[in-house]
């Protein structure tokens, strides 16, 4: 199975790509993408910057020359929507893309590959869709978690959910520290969802939208008050 | 999901309710305070006679109507205008209302958004002159459309500080407040929340139309002292 980790970053790609790449029959490319048309000098600061924060200058620059001598590295310097961005996505012949990046997938990056772009949404589907789910999650008292699904161009409407892991909210002081802990789940089940895809008895769960509701950036006075509630929380169970 | 989590829940629930009906109520107290910032003198002398009644409505103490049996009708017919109705409901009075057996063609959603901005604007006030209607089950499309519209599109418009079109907004603001009174809703309500924590200075534009202006933040400070969200 070919899969690319579709980052906003070369050090973003490979943080998915160290916890994937292990696994037999997998052939793992890293797509840099240029989120947000950034110019040459402020997309490699940043890219420098993410390095020195995560990975370290040796192992980001031994990694990114294995992969780039492997031709398993692709730096898109074009938005991931125009048509040379797309033709090099279709080049690589992959049949699953990893979203890791801040970006809106539109029907022809999707269809570039065979089997389409899974994401990990930090909340429960078909449930929770849109933005701020983990606090709305908390705030109505359901559980928190997070839904590996094949993206469609909607807002989190992808049809297959390929697994659904619940995350306790219990012991995340704020809604930040939540939603960092969540998101840092992606790799991790990006691979447990590789694997279902791969074994023979995989099946997939229809996302449902009539069962769910989409959900907007929450105002700051209820994020306050979610914050309040994880804080009581952490303080009645310890 | 573990038993100790499935049984805990209430708990949970009781403790967000009360942590949430608090915050309602603290911003209740701040729009008390605050709610000139947003209608100037001005916009207040151009309300006319009804400008006392909104400084005390806003000023005042909690006043709110539960309106949530209106969502059981199939529809309403109301006999005064859109204006005099939205103010009777915003200002928490009586609205003359007839429940209707017949309910109204669904609004295609597609043709809706392909409208000019003056139909658009006129189907809006003519569909909810009874503006009750826009809580209806059969409405929840229109309502749905209406809110996104809000907290995407007209949203980063006003956080850039770019051309907004504020007629529009305060309108889709006093219909989701509404569709809030009428569902309790809570996204429909944070809604009216994030656009009043906006910085002021992208609220001034709204002061071009007083009513809809006033009549929002009076059914938003009713949203506030709601107790059962």
């Known amino acids: ?238 | 999901m573990d038993l100790e989590t499935v049984l805990s829940r209430p708990v949970q629930l009781d403790r967000c309710e009360g942590i949430l009906r608090g915050a309602l109520l603290t911003r209740r107290a701040e729009l008390r305070k605050s709610w000139r910032q947003i209608v100037s003198t001005e916009c207040l002398g151009a309300l006319g006679a009804l400008a006392k009644e909104i400084e005390s409505f806003l000023s005042g103490q909690d006043t709110f109507r539960d309106w949530r049996f209106a969502g059981t009708f199939r529809w309403m017919n109301c006999g005064a205008s859109f204006t005099d109705n939205l103010r009777a409901i915003a200002l928490a009075h009586n609205l003359e209302h007839r429940p209707s057996d017949a309910g109204r063609d669904r609004l295609c959603l597609a043709k809706f958004n392909k409208l000019s901005r003056i139909e658009r604007m006129e189907l809006l006030y003519d569909r909810y002159r009874c503006p009750l209607n826009i809580g209806l089950s059969s409405e929840s499309d229109v309502a749905e459309e209406l809110l996104r519209q809000l907290m995407v599109p007209d949203r980063a418009k006003l956080e850039a500080g770019t051309e907004f079109d504020a007629e529009m907004v305060l309108l889709k603001l006093n219909l989701v407040g509404l569709r809030a009174m009428i569902t309790r809703d809570l996204r429909y309500l944070d809604a009216l929340n994030y656009f009043y924590e906006l910085p002021r200075r992208s609220l001034m534009r709204m002061r071009s139309h007083p009513r809809l202006l006033s009549f929002w933040l009076c059914i938003y400070a009713q949203l506030l002292c709601t107790p059962e969200w």
């Open chain 1, 1 to 238: 199975m070919r899969v690319a980790v579709i980052a906003g970053s070369i050090s973003g790609g490979f943080r998915v790509a160290r916890k994937i790449e292990s696994l037999p029959g997998v052939d793992v490319f890293v797509v840099a993408c240029n989120v947000g048309k950034r110019r040459p000098l402020l997309r490699w600061s940043r890219e420098i910057l993410s390095a020195l924060k995560s990975l370290g200058w040796v192992a980001l620059a031994s990694k990114t020359y294995r992969y780039a001598r492997e031709a398993r590295l692709v730096i898109l310097h074009h938005p991931l929507d125009e048509a040379t961005s797309i033709d090099c996505l279709r080049s690589l012949q992959c049949d699953i893309g990893l979203h890791a990046a801040n970006v809106i997938y539109r029907e022809p990056v999707i269809s570039a590959f065979r089997l389409g772009i899974l994401n990990a949404h930090i909340g429960i589907l078909p449930k929770y869709r849109g933005r701020s789910v983990a606090e709305w999650s908390v705030l109505q008292g359901d559980p928190t978690g997070v839904t590996v699904f094949f993206i469609d161009p909607g807002i989190d409407t992808g049809d297959c959910l390929v697994l659904r892991e619940f995350v306790p909210s219990r012991g995340w002081r704020s809604v930040q520290a939540l939603k960092n802990m969540l998101f840092r789940c992606d790799a991790r089940l990006y691979r447990k969802a590789l694997e279902a895809l791969m074994s023979a008895e995989c099946s997939f769960e229809s996302n449902d939208t009539a069962k769910g509701r989409r959900y907007y950036v929450m105002s700051r006075l209820l994020t306050r008050a979610v914050n309040q509630i994880l804080a009581t929380t952490l303080i009645a169970f310890g």
